[in-house]
């Protein structure tokens, strides 16, 4: 749960203009950059996105913690590449043959199935980035108010369990340096992780009475609709907003004139023209552009 310095990955409210956005047109920008990720499958598209994501990540100013998440999402890519060379059997490309194997039939690995499986595992990387990024910069709090006219008790127990969890972090922080200042040394192996978690979740169900218990002396079962408070929207949401739909009509305008089409099986197709690279430019753009204007930011 803890990154290098010490930080958690949950928001925190800095000055970046992604910050200063409202958190519905922030949320719209991070869905448009999910959008176009599942939409494109050129492998320089998809890297083109992953260059603009780190570098909204940086314009954000968590960029670091962003690094980290890309460390972590590689923990998950490597493997889907893996089996997927191991589990394919449509390349027609052929680098290894393992033989028979059984059930799984023939062991033939393939070039194609490792291109596919690397472009399966750059989309995953994506999500996650970008899931990091709308969670490090989209105001939660100011996210549930929107849903809180709907549904007043989902957004208030949505927003308890979104405050709750740093604090659950802290505790196993908290309990997991008790456990080394034991004597007779700290423990290890899989007992000391469960005897940590059910220390964690033990707290966790105490809490959760006491916040119960308050919510109900203040009267909140009985709360109504909250009144929509209007505001005017400033250039960081134009602009945020303006880039989310300029990133969706390029993932579009791309998937149907076929500037990143891209096949991989039986054969790899991956035509690369002048379109493509127009494409790539222009993503990187529509992603970047927002950050350029840093004028009314505050903390």
């Not at 803890?2 to 869905?31: D, E, N, Q």
Request: glycine residues 8%; hydrophobic residues 55%.
């Amino acid at each position: 749960m803890r990154p290098m310095g010490g930080m958690l990955f949950f928001y925190r409210r800095i000055a970046s203009p992604l910050h200063a956005t409202r958190a519905t047109v922030g949320a719209a920008w991070a869905l448009a950059l999910t959008g176009a990720t599942l939409v494109l499958y050129h492998p320089l598209v998809l890297f083109a996105l992953l260059l603009a994501v780190l570098g909204a990540g940086f314009g954000t100013g968590v960029g670091p913690l962003l690094a980290r998440a890309l460390r972590t999402a590689l923990i998950v890519a490597i493997p889907i590449v893996v089996v997927n060379v191991l589990v394919s059997r449509d390349g027609l490309t052929v680098f290894a043959r393992l033989g028979d194997l059984g059930p799984f039939g023939q062991g033939d690995l393939t070039v194609e199935a490792v291109l596919y499986g690397a472009v399966i595992a750059l989309k995953v990387t994506l999500l996650i980035l970008i899931t990091t990024l709308a969670g490090l910069a989209v105001d939660p709090d100011e996210l549930l108010r929107v849903f809180r006219r709907l549904s007043f008790r989902s957004a208030l127990t949505a927003s308890l369990a979104t405050r709750m969890l740093p604090v659950l972090a802290a505790d196993a922080q908290r309990l997991g340096e008790a456990q080394r200042t034991r004597s007779g040394g700290p423990p290890s192996g899989a007992r000391a992780r469960v005897a940590l978690l059910a220390a964690v979740v033990g707290g966790s169900l105490d809490r959760a009475m006491d916040v119960a218990a308050t919510l109900e002396v203040r009267g909140f079962a009985t709360a109504t609709r909250a009144p929509r408070l209007t505001r005017p929207f400033s250039r960081h949401d134009i602009a945020f907003a303006a880039s989310a739909a300029a990133i969706t009509a390029l993932a579009v305008v791309g998937r149907l004139a076929g500037a990143a089409s891209f096949s991989a099986y039986p054969r790899v197709h991956m035509p690369t023209s002048a379109d493509t690279l127009v494409l790539c430019a222009a993503l990187i753009a529509a992603v970047l552009l927002p950050f350029c204007d840093r004028r009314g930011i505050d903390r």
